[in-house]
């Protein structure tokens, strides 16, 4: 099955750069190139791809608005976003998550690294690049935003085995540690993550996160404070 891409970015060249690594892939192809978020929803609605690749700063409509309105529109809940910028560490990853982005990556990303990460957004995988910290996850998605994601009252249609990998998975272990941590397989871990985010209406994994902390499962873990040198007077 070939992945189906559409690029979103105001930079041509960048766009023209991206699109022969990606059509260079005999499992994936660049159906349509966009250069603001407008555009990006109008295509997205168009063409409906697998993923979309979506830069956050770009004229008039910005990336996050155009993520939100494809994440929110019933019609494409097949589509994943992608975010692809140079804000790495900034609070609008955290509100590209919010909006339903499955994960981003710096643009100084490699090649390899780029392709890995649409396939693996596109099979419904969160993707958080290695900047993307605990820290970062907790410091910006512990506040809630009314009305966007489910109260913890919600969380009772879980079982309690899928709450305690709903919430390992929050804290940014794989499948393979959650499963080595339960002594289960990966399998059952995945088939725990899948049936989470049909009870909560999770689009992926990365929005299964977004909910986890919002709803209160997983709590913000405060900084360690520094140790004071040894012979500190008072």
């Known amino acids: ?53 979506m830069d956050i700063r770009m004229p008039g409509t910005d990336g996050l608005t ?32 919010r909006a339903g982005a499955s994960g981003f ?4 990303v490699g090649a390899d690294e780029l392709l890995t990460a649409i396939r693996v957004v596109a099979s419904g995988d969160a993707l958080l690049s290695p900047l993307a910290t605990r820290a970062l996850i907790a410091r910006f998605l512990t506040a809630p935003e009314p009305g966007t994601h489910p109260a913890p009252e919600r969380l009772t249609a879980l079982t309690a085995r899928e709450r305690e990998v709903m919430a390992l998975a929050a804290e940014g272990q794989s499948n393979h540690e959650i499963a080595e941590k339960l002594v289960v397989s990966p399998l059952t871990v995945r088939t725990h993550i899948h049936r989470a985010m049909a009870k909560l209406d999770a689009r992926d994994r990365a929005q299964l996160v977004v909910i986890a902390y919002q709803s209160g499962l997983v709590q913000a873990v405060p900084p360690t404070p520094p140790t004071p040198p040894t012979g500190a007077g008072g």
Do not use: Y
């Not at 690029?7 to 994936?28: E, G, H, N, P, Y």
């Not at 990556?105 to 100084?108: A, F, I, R």
């Open 1 to 53: 099955m070939t992945i189906r891409v559409l690029l979103a970015d105001d930079q041509a060249l960048l766009r023209a750069t991206f699109r022969m690594l990606i059509d260079s892939c005999a499992d994936m192809k660049v159906i349509a190139e966009a250069a603001d978020g407008k555009e990006a929803v109008e295509l997205t609605r168009a063409h409906h791809p697998d993923v979309v690749v």
């Open 105 to 108: 990556l710096g643009k100084d």
């Open 66 to 97: 155009a993520t939100a309105a494809i994440c929110g529109d019933a019609d494409l809940s097949a589509t994943r976003v992608l975010i692809l910028t140079t804000f790495e560490i900034d609070e609008n990853v955290a509100r590209a998550l």
